[in-house]
């Protein structure tokens, strides 16, 4: 009885250890992590970025010129969690728009980013027919603007500068946020090119740039290449465009700096991931 005995608590102190080791890995790949994580998703000629800061909180900057935004969206997010915490709508142009009119419908939307620029498009009036009926009420952004969702992330808005600029071309009033944490930094420029560079701001060197306007011929001036020096430059684009995206003095621009070069039509989507110190990237293909 005695050998039984034994033999029980040895058993049992076995299990007891293993069911210790399995709480403890279960702990470390089950948690949500403190990590950053941006997506460039591969939605064709336009801009669609997803933002996952360490808290959980999820955040999407344009809805490309399609609705594969809403199919990449029904993957990210859990069935019973629905909903996006912050949108941004840089600049209302069909490219960066058109999905968002599908996303407002399908998700709940914590708050909805603009700028103060309207459009003149039958797109642009069902986007705004679409948030009345929704009863989304917009916020116009500035320079002057502080975005918390109460993160250790910080969104800082760039430009523009004025809620209502006067402007010839919208996208000289597109919304251009700086995403930081701890020692990583992000530039997300949606299509501000270079007649408005460097923002008016005082920005310095950055891990990760989103390419102005898809990479064009006039995207960034060799001074704000230079000011930022991006390790890393995400171009998003359609395969064999018919704009001629990316500019050739684009792509000279970046090797010149040494950065390395990202593109959606060739990579697919591009995620980049970040501890707030070390970062990697992942590609599509």
């Known amino acids: ?39 460039f998703y591969d939605v064709g000629q336009g801009d669609s970025v997803f933002i996952r800061t360490p808290a959980g909180y999820k955040i999407v900057v344009d809805g490309g010129p399609n609705n594969k935004v809403v199919n990449y969206l029904e993957k990210e997010l859990a069935l019973w969690d629905r909903k996006i915490d912050l949108l941004v709508l840089t600049h209302p142009q069909a490219d960066h728009l058109f999905g968002l009119v599908e996303v407002v419908k399908r998700f709940k939307i914590g708050k909805l980013l603009i700028s103060g620029v309207d459009n003149d498009t039958n797109l642009y009036k069902l986007w705004m027919k679409t948030l ?29 500068k004025e809620e209502k600029p006067q402007v010839s071309d919208l ?28 923002y008016g701001s005082s920005l310095s060197e950055v891990e990760v740039l989103k390419v102005p306007h898809h990479g064009s011929k006039t995207a960034m001036s060799d001074e704000f290449v230079s000011l930022i020096k991006p390790q890393v430059s995400v171009i998003s684009l359609g395969k ?43 590609t599509e293909r």
């Open 1 to 39: 009885m005695k050998r039984t005995t034994k033999n029980i608590v040895v058993v049992a102190t076995i299990l007891i250890l293993f069911l210790a080791c399995f709480l403890v890995w279960g702990l470390f790949f089950f948690l949500p992590r403190q990590q950053l994580s941006l997506k």
């Open 132 to 160: 009345k009926e929704i009863g989304i009420n917009p916020i116009i952004v500035t320079q002057s603007s502080t975005i918390s969702l109460s993160d250790t992330v910080n969104f800082g808005v760039v430009w523009p």
């Open 171 to 198: 996208n000289e009033a597109c919304i251009v946020m700086k995403v930081s944490y701890g020692n990583f930094d992000a530039l997300l420029t949606g299509d501000a090119d270079q007649k408005v560079q460097p």
């Open 240 to 282: 064999n465009n018919s704009y001629g995206h990316p500019g050739k003095s684009t792509l000279e621009q970046l090797q010149k700096i040494k950065s390395k070069i990202f593109r959606t039509d060739q990579n697919g989507t591009i995620e980049i991931v970040s501890d707030g110190d070390r970062w990697y990237t992942l």
